[in-house]
């Protein structure tokens, strides 16, 4: 029998793929996140509620692949990686990061269950979380540039 190996991009731990991975959970969080800010005024709770639980599912799922993947497989990296100077900011901004993590984590467990008696805090929770994402997605764009260097500098030499 001859088999053929593919690369899996889904469960590849290298640090190109493991960025497209948090990209595209990213991507998938705010399409949602946008999703559920055009909803507003919240006139009714069953679409809201629906929706809400899918964003926050996608929220968890994306602030879990920064640090528990990409800054993980940049520690991992050998002292003489390309990867070094992504490593040093992930480093550097990393405090700054967990605290939006923080942030989002809050927002996930105060909308937990039922909403009937904070749907009218959701509008202000909701601005509040896209200031705390807008400032993750900066720091983070910083660490993902870093590592797209590495990579090309590595593919160079």
Same mark, same amino acid.
Request: no cysteine; aromatic share 6%; proline share 6%.
């Given at each position: ?9 889904? &469960? ?11 990209? *595209? ?8 996140? &946008? ?14 509620? &629906? ?5 926050? @599912? ?27 100077? *992504? ?10 990061? *967990?605290?939006?993590? @923080? *942030? ?54």
């Amino acid at each position: 029998m001859n088999a053929v190996l593919t690369a899996d991009p889904v &469960h590849s731990k290298t640090l190109p793929d493991l960025v497209t991975k948090l990209l *595209a959970a990213r991507q998938n969080s705010l399409v949602l996140f &946008h999703k559920l800010v055009a909803l507003k005024p919240f006139p009714r709770i069953d679409p809201v509620q &629906h929706l809400l639980r899918r964003f926050r @599912q996608a929220l968890v799922d994306y602030l879990a692949l920064g640090p528990f993947e990409v800054y993980e497989a940049l520690e991992e990296q050998p002292v003489d990686s390309p990867y070094r100077p *992504a490593r040093e900011l992930a480093r550097q901004l990393y405090a700054r990061i *967990a605290r939006t993590t @923080q *942030a989002a984590l809050d927002f996930h467990d105060r909308f937990d269950g039922d909403l009937s008696g904070s749907l009218a805090e959701l509008d202000e929770e909701l601005s509040r979380l896209g200031e705390q994402l807008a400032a993750r997605i900066a720091l983070e764009d910083r660490i993902v540039a870093a590592i797209r260097n590495g990579g090309s500098s590595r593919a160079a030499a």
